[in-house]
């Protein structure tokens, strides 16, 4: 950890792959407490996804993300979304 200030300090930047395991795991965790409060997983779904299209639009603009939710439903059908479960 590196010290900027008497009181301050900045950590080292995280790598890509490490940002991206964290916050699954800060959206795990709020979707878990959302459930836990009585909200349904297609409202929460719905709401993230405006969300992350929100976010996508202010960083990259609206044609970029237009072009990226084009490929998204080859994706869905691949599989890449689906979660295999585990058999109890």
């Known amino acids: 950890m590196k010290t900027v200030g008497p009181r301050t300090t900045a950590r080292d930047p995280i ?3 490490e940002q991206k395991r964290v916050a699954l795991g800060y959206m795990q965790e709020a979707w ?10 297609d409202c929460l779904a719905q709401a993230s996804l405006f969300v ?3 976010e996508f639009v202010g960083t990259y603009g609206e ?3 237009a072009t990226f939710v084009e490929g998204l439903a080859g ?8 979660i295999a479960l585990a058999k109890q």
């Not at 878990?32 to 997983?41: C, K, P, T």
């Not at 994706?75 to 890449?80: A, P």
């Open 52 to 54: 992350a299209l929100s």
């Open 15 to 17: 790598p890509d792959q």
């Open 75 to 82: 994706r869905v059908r691949n599989g890449e979304f689906s």
């Open 32 to 41: 878990a407490e959302a459930h836990l409060d009585g909200v349904d997983g």
């Open 63 to 65: 044609d970029a993300v």
